[in-house]
């Protein structure tokens, strides 16, 4: 074994620290093309190879302390604090729209309660730390990415329709029925993505929780039924938090006499 290669731990084969370093070739290679192309993109590049880095080892670090010592209430409360992040996040897609963040902080605690909870109450999902953590960030990280398209769409709607929209409501319309066409629109266009994923899933990529069980050992077949209930659960976290994104911005865009709350210089506010 040379020393870039893959270090066995535990009978699992895993890249050794020269082989990790030996790997920003790779990230030399995308600057180059960044360089080469006129991008302008070069010094983001750096600043998020090394954030990322940095990111990794704490997180690392951490979850060790948390597997070791603080058991499930400290993976519930990283939990809540990747959903508040999440929710930041996210609501800066919806700038300029009425109460983003907070639509977007409750958006993701719901995609996350809902399926997780549900999962962990019927057993699905064991309450170990070593799983509850990893299972928790894809549901968050996948809530948080329908309510980013969600709310991003959403601006858009409001800013290209809202004529639309007020003109239904003059002939009478509430805002739930004025706002209902763009509604549609918004939650088709947060769902395409997992629905495509979701389709070719195996055909074109082996997914990241079934080629981490299969690395470590784990039967292909028994690795299936896992990234199954992932698939299917990612699925209804995004569907979840782009309905719940939806319904909470369409009753903060109206007051209580049906008018649209929104400025003139929306679209100037991304």
């Not at 409001?158 to 509430?174: F, K, P, Q, Y």
Request: aromatic residues 4%.
């Amino acid at each position: 074994m040379t020393v870039f290669a893959a270090e066995t731990i535990n009978g699992t084969p895993v890249p050794s620290w020269p082989g990790v370093i030996l790997s920003l070739v790779l990230v030399l290679a995308a600057a180059a093309v960044s360089m080469r192309s006129r991008l302008g993109m070069t010094r983001e590049l750096a600043i998020a190879v090394a954030r990322a880095g940095v990111q990794l080892l704490a997180v690392g670090a951490l979850l060790r302390l948390i597997f070791a010592h603080a058991g499930i209430p400290g993976s519930l409360a990283w939990i809540a604090a990747m959903v508040f992040i999440a929710g930041r996040v996210a609501g800066g897609r919806g700038r300029g729209l009425p109460r983003s963040y907070a639509v977007a902080t409750a958006a993701n605690a719901a995609g996350v309660v809902l399926t997780l909870g549900l999962l962990v109450a019927v057993g699905t999902v064991s309450t170990k730390p070593t799983v509850l953590l990893p299972i928790g960030g894809m549901i968050v990280s996948g809530s948080m990415q329908s309510t980013s398209l969600a709310l991003s769409r959403l601006r858009d709607e409001v800013a290209d329709g809202r004529r639309a929209v007020e003109a239904r409501l003059a002939l009478g319309l509430t805002g739930t029925a004025a706002f209902a066409p763009h509604s549609r629109r918004v939650l088709r266009a947060a769902l395409v993505a997992p629905i495509d994923q979701t389709k070719v899933v195996g055909l074109i990529s082996l997914p990241g929780a079934m080629t981490g069980l299969i690395i470590a050992g784990v039967s292909p077949l028994l690795a299936i039924r896992y990234q199954i209930v992932v698939m299917y659960m990612l699925l209804g976290a995004w569907a979840i938090a782009a309905l719940v994104t939806t319904g909470l911005m369409r009753r903060a865009l109206f007051d209580e006499a049906h008018r649209l709350r929104i400025v003139d210089s929306l679209r100037s506010a991304a």
